[in-house]
């Protein structure tokens, strides 16, 4: 199969032309917007790691200039130019932002000697050289504080590019987050990681060549960096809505806006500066209420609740918005505008969303009649460049209703790969299938192709014509899809199904990461690597002795599962594991062998061959596990 791209058919060619008279091409404003204050250009804006692999790289979005090719949908390719603006920006005197280094965006907020730091992009790498843009043209201010403004990896994986470890046990450099951000950062990078890295590959286009018939951005923002992810514990952790805090001169007030964009999240506002971040809460998109990657389904009615809080509190007295994505909003009324219409547009697809669904409607139902209102539809920021219409209607539905739909057909379905084979079967074959979807293909009917050639994709792996056939459709659909996300996706399907399984680029469960798992969680992640059957008939019990914490766990292997206590036990366990906090976590980094671990600091005693009758239970995840095929 050749990996050369294909031209865009001509129903594709028609979808484009029409999106370009319907969507309003002539409101130009967010173009003032995204280069207003422009301080300094970073050229070349590369990264590199000191071995020359490159980390990151915005100047391969160059072709993205002039009218959008028939390849790329207008309203993405417009998004796509918007956010691969980069440089060091001046948002307002004594705040600044730097766009365009990592998915996203760095800002400083300028003390009496020092600055404050406002979230730290995903890579060491990239928050490095983000600093170093800053202060080469705003000085050499040292930084007194950090905040995360929430618990996702590109806003808090590039710490150690502004400050160290020892900055901040030695007090000199705070670092603030809202409650509950440790919990939730390492969780959501550890539990199910792999898989969310996996998937992340696809949703970002990481194997995919940038250019007008491959990658040409998130919509959120343009890719990530794939540099070194780090992790600083917060020293002071924000619970409450309307706390204030000044550090080197600067006022902040905090809003608590949890299970909203993230589970924790908070926006801050800078009374001196008249300058609200709205963290993630309110950016240049209709952001994810279920992100294609995987996660917990985030909630639209509060997330709509917060912003009409953060209207209440901050709404004529900010004079400029800005977030940790996209361009600032400048005007105290365009800064309420703003906020409104993205309030407006989560309680408007949550509250229709929940009317059909009450009607019998199921999610892709919904999804199919759900129009936004005329002046949200209409409005640059409402588009779903990110998140989209149709995969958060089914995420509301998702999160209310769960995955059963109703019908009793849905309750007990066979598996994807028995179900293809039957449908093949029933629909004469696998040749005659590919032979009727090359005619829906001449038609259009693109969505119908994917879903009939992808069941003799699954029945038939090697069936070199169905391959090829999913392969084009998945790269049409991709060429119309409005949504970053959504063409990455279906690109990433197309390379696959062409040049083969390209894996996991990006890895988040780094030591730092890992090192901040509380032992109770530590605990989890081993427990979810059981391989149960193979566990059925074991049963063993350690014992760990946390010296510096006076803590004493017990667990214990028994009918395929891991469980923990805390609780004093009865007897003595198997073995015993002696240990520190700061050590406990080399259990999840590296062997169980007793060697090892006493090169770790934990000391073993007693039966150590528990150990290893564990460690062979274990079965840690797979990064290259198959999507467009089946194992």
């Not at 020359?52 to 993205?64: E, P, R, S």
């Not at 979230?119 to 843009?133: M, Q, R």
């Not at 992810?229 to 949890?258: N, Y």
């Not at 917990?296 to 809080?309: M, N, Q, S």
């Amino acid at each position: 199969m050749s990996p050369a791209p294909n031209p865009p058919s001509e129903s594709i060619v028609r979808q484009q032309h029409v999106l370009r008279e319907r969507l309003p091409f002539s409101d130009t404003q967010d173009f003032d917007d995204a280069n207003r204050g422009l301080v300094a250009r970073r050229e070349p804006n590369a990264v590199k790691a000191d071995g020359g692999t490159v980390l990151w790289d915005n100047d391969t979005y160059a072709f993205l200039d002039g009218d959008a090719p028939d390849t790329v949908n207008p309203s993405l390719w417009r998004q796509s130019q918007l956010v691969a603006v980069a440089g060091l920006f001046e948002v307002v005197p004594g705040v600044y932002q730097v766009r365009g280094l990592d998915l996203s965006n760095t800002s400083f907020i300028e003390g009496d000697e020092g600055v404050i730091v406002v979230d730290t992009l995903l890579s060491a790498e990239t928050g490095k050289a983000a600093l170093e843009l800053y202060r080469q043209h705003r000085g050499d201010r040292p930084v007194k504080a950090v905040i995360y403004t929430h618990s996702h990896v590109d806003h808090f994986g590039g710490v150690k590019g502004f400050v160290s470890q020892d900055e901040v046990d030695a007090g000199t450099v705070k670092i603030f987050a809202p409650e509950g951000f440790v919990e939730h950062a390492v969780s959501e990078n550890v539990y199910v990681g792999t898989a969310m890295g996996r998937r992340a590959g696809y949703m970002y286009g990481a194997a995919l060549a940038r250019g007008p018939q491959g990658q040409v951005g998130a919509g959120l923002g343009q890719t990530v960096s794939i540099g070194t992810v780090t992790l600083i514990a917060p020293t002071d952790l924000v619970t409450t809505t309307g706390h204030e805090e000044t550090v080197d001169g600067v006022r902040m007030v905090f809003q608590m806006a949890p299970d909203t964009e993230a589970p924790s999240e908070m926006l801050i506002y800078f009374p001196d500066f008249k300058a609200l971040c709205a963290a993630e809460d309110a950016t240049h998109t209709f952001h994810n209420l279920l992100t294609l990657r995987g996660a917990v389904v985030r909630d639209p009615h509060g997330w709509a609740g917060y912003l009409t809080e953060t209207i209440d509190l901050f709404g004529g007295d900010a004079e400029v918005v800005f977030a940790s994505h996209h361009w600032p909003t400048w005007g105290a009324e365009r800064v309420v505008e703003f906020l409104t219409s993205q309030r407006d547009l989560y309680a408007y697809v949550h509250d229709q969303t929940l009317r059909l669904m009450n009607k019998g409607f199921t999610g892709p139902e919904i999804a199919e009649q759900m129009q936004l209102p005329p002046a949200l539809e209409n409005t640059w920021s409402a588009r779903g460049y990110y998140g989209s219409v149709s995969h958060n209607v089914k995420a509301i539905y998702q999160r209310y209703l769960g995955w059963f739909d109703g019908n009793p057909a849905s309750l007990w379905e066979h598996t994807p790969v028995e179900q293809s084979k039957r449908y093949v079967e029933f629909m004469g074959g696998a040749d005659a299938v590919v032979a009727k979807a090359r005619d829906s293909f001449d038609a259009g009917d693109f969505r119908w192709v994917a879903q009939v050639v992808n069941h003799v994709v699954y029945a038939q792996p090697d069936h070199a014509e169905a391959r090829a056939l999913l392969a084009d459709t998945y790269e049409q659909l991709g060429y119309g899809a409005e949504n970053g996300t959504w063409r990455s996706w279906y690109l990433s399907g197309t390379t696959e199904l062409r040049e083969g399984n390209f894996g996991t680029p990006t890895e988040t469960a780094a030591p730092d990461v890992v090192a901040q798992l509380t032992p109770s969680m530590l605990f989890d992640a081993i427990a979810i690597q059981v391989h149960g059957p193979k566990a059925w008939d074991e049963k063993l019990s350690i014992d760990v002795v946390l010296t510096d914490a006076d803590e004493r766990y017990r667990l214990l292997l028994a009918n395929g599962v891991l469980t923990y206590s805390p609780r004093p036990q009865k007897g003595d366990a198997d073995a015993t594991l002696t240990t520190t906090k700061k050590a406990l976590p080399a259990l999840a980094l590296g062997s169980l062998s007793a060697d090892d671990l006493a090169k770790a600091g934990i000391e073993v005693s007693g039966d150590g061959s528990v150990l290893a009758r564990l460690a062979a239970l274990l079965e840690p995840g797979d990064a290259n596990f198959a999507i467009v095929t089946p194992d």
